[in-house]
């Protein structure tokens, strides 16, 4: 039989013990922030049908992007690509049992396939956090401000990151009432701001006037009117007076007074999904190594009907993992990660049953116990746990039985302490 | 447009909140005992190449069992049905780096065209932990340890469960030298070993003297004095003096001084899956609600080397979450499940900004705060509050902001407390 390869499939990854460390640290900060603003845990498949996606994830995503089949009994099926149409379907199936407004979240892997590059693989992970059944801006303002703690738990100082701030209401009333276009018209132009950043200033400039038609002079005029504002204050009159700006006024009011400060109100930010109804953002990282969006969300009020449930407001958002351990690489926020071993026991001489009854007492005080079983060189063990980054090695050799009094070595501080096992135990536990 | 079903895909189970704290509590449970032993987490692809489980995995699990399907590439890959082809992949890319013997485990999903039934669903999830690199009955009687161990951990008595025993090489010798067969007959009875409890007494009696053929006087003679053997010491004695028996009397010995005591041995016991390659177990529900394998494992030495490393030696066992659920659910194992959030603030009156002060002050003490931003009434809360099972209720009114002495309400005792900020925090955290 010929060999199989070794590699992971195309644009996935293997995470050895010293990646999923780095992988769980960032997931415990998404875990704590998450429940620090009472937000629950739920899990859901891997498969759903591939016109969950259809409906509302825009063509990009359902159509190129997903990772798609026929199953044994004929149903089309997808490994998701979001979670926000699972969950919207998980809300419509309990439509009448859950209590409002529900919160939730979720930390799960998606598939997509991708042009792999920084930041991006085709396999990822992802925090799902969202509310549903709350209208207002509080909401909108409570699941920014969980972002905005998720960036302050990793360590990142307010000049970090900057959270990008639009409201869909807005960007329509702009392409219908401002520029005067027609739905199709808003579509492009839609998607020609989303890719502005993408594009240069000149061939902006050319689609602009290509979308707009007879009136290009008239509208690139208020194209360029529109992006010489740095505030909101700044925004032509009848935008700044539309009632869309007011609701992104107070939310900017909540968020200042919620302690957020790396806040920017950006007119040009479009987002590419087309279940958003309200406010969008995005968290992009300032640091030049890394100048892009890290992640966003916004508001979605209308999937929860699709499946046939009565229609509820949402708000939610999605960071990746691999975004955040870049952003926590570039910005030298990684902690340092130690082993979940607490302390690897070297066999000398003819002791492997005494070991073995040490090591079950040391689980018994709950403390986690690599055992040697092979009886490798003692050079090579401790290679081993200095590799491994195993906080304490113990040795138990004739002497050690006799006496019970056992040389164990921190080796970090490089300093060896003669202890009983009470003073193992308490040596390892503080 | 018509209406998306809000029903999870065939076979795989939504978890809600209630559903994924019982799904975290077993996790944990997995966690903690895995890293007792000094395991190390590791995380793995969703998808492998089909040939990765053509090759060892069994026609069934392999040909029948996955979900298959052609890449965007022309890759014929497969969502994974199990764990360990991947954990040997990663291990041959890794096999000169890492230390032996490597303790490994992760806790993930996996995917099976299975009937539905009790305790299996299309979609599972599963710990894997696996040692590699240590050849001897050590490195069996540790992953059997922490099978009993993670028994123990949920609370079960010795006689809740059974783990049976046998050997591979046990088997081959049985097939070959006691009952004479050659590789196809071997193959076949083997086959019928592992139906043995599914089908009536006659009928193996009937497909045995089948593979027998010619022999089969002598072969179901021999037969029954296997089955008649209720331990070692009761085997035919050109059985019992094997070096495979002389291996496993090894390990029960360990395996009784590591103190575990829900020993069997079974010689009927196969295991369905190509790669075993010595011990093989399982561990048996003994509810009569119940009383089906939970989870096996047992010594695979031939996998890694299929991946292009020269081979080294693995022992490894997986326990599925519900199958763990269901037997603690038959025996009354089940902790009462609480919320991850501590405490719920409801705001009564004009006291919106506090109480969102309020709640920020908590959650940098570390305290878990769903606040009200709706407004809704207060009994509709309360109601929210119990149905959760958020262990306590604060109230914040306007005679709370003047006196900053804030109504906390422990729902389980039903009992009410007046505290400040400082009282709050002490009352949760103990």
Chains 1, 2 share one sequence.
Do not use: C
Not at 59 to 65: D, F, T
Not at 225 to 238: C, G, N, Q
Not at 286 to 299: E, I, K
């Amino acid at each position: 039989m010929s060999t199989l390869s070794s590699q992971p499939y195309k644009g996935t990854r293997d995470y050895y013990p010293e990646d999923k460390r780095i992988q769980n640290y960032i997931f415990s900060v998404w875990h704590k922030v998450s429940r620090l603003y009472g937000y629950e845990e739920y899990g859901a498949p891997t498969l759903e049908p591939l016109e969950a996606y259809m409906a509302k994830s825009g063509q990009e995503l359902a159509g190129e992007q997903t990772y798609t089949f026929t199953d044994r009994g004929g149903r089309i099926v997808a490994i998701r690509p979001e979670m926000t149409p699972t969950i919207s379907r998980m809300v419509a199936a309990r439509r009448q049992e859950l209590s409002y407004p529900a919160r939730l979240y979720s930390i799960a892997n998606f598939m997509r396939y991708e042009r792999p590059q920084r930041g991006r693989e085709r396999e990822f992970w992802q925090l799902n956090v969202d509310i549903f059944g709350a209208d207002g801006v509080a909401a909108e303002a409570e699941i920014l401000t969980l972002a905005d703690n998720i960036m302050k738990e990793f360590g990142a100082q307010p000049t970090d990151y900057v959270i990008r701030i639009n409201n869909r209401k807005l960007i329509n009333f702009m392409m219908a009432q401002y520029f005067g276009l027609d739905g199709v018209q808003g579509q492009a132009m839609m998607k020609l701001f989303d890719r502005k950043n993408k594009i240069s200033e000149q061939d902006f400039i050319i689609q602009a006037t290509e979308i707009f038609g007879d009136q290009a002079d008239d509208g690139i005029k208020k194209v360029h009117a529109l992006l010489a504002a740095t505030s909101m204050a700044d925004l032509p009159a009848e935008i700044r007076d539309s009632a869309a700006v007011t609701e992104i006024q107070e939310l900017f009011t909540l968020l200042e007074r919620a302690g957020v400060k790396s806040l920017v109100f950006d007119i040009t930010l479009m987002r590419g999904l087309d279940y958003y109804t309200g406010m969008v953002f995005e968290v992009f990282d300032t640091h030049p190594d890394n100048n892009r969006a890290l992640f966003g969300g916004g508001r979605y009020d209308g999937l929860v009907g699709l499946f046939g449930a009565e229609s509820i407001s949402a708000v939610g958002m999605a960071p990746g993992g691999t975004m955040m351990e870049n952003f926590i690489s570039v910005h030298n926020l990684m902690p340092k990660q130690r082993s979940t071993t607490d302390v690897y026991i070297a066999v000398l001489g003819d002791t492997v049953r005494e070991a073995g009854k040490l090591a079950r007492d040391l689980r018994d005080s709950g403390i986690r116990v690599e055992l040697d079983i092979v009886g490798h060189k003692l050079d090579k063990q401790i290679k081993t746990v200095v590799k491994k980054a195993i906080p304490y090695i113990l040795f138990i050799g004739e002497e050690e039985v006799k006496s019970e009094i056992y040389t164990i070595k921190d080796i970090a501080q490089s300093k060896e302490y003669k202890l009983n096992f009470a003073g193992i135990v308490e040596l390892i536990k503080e």
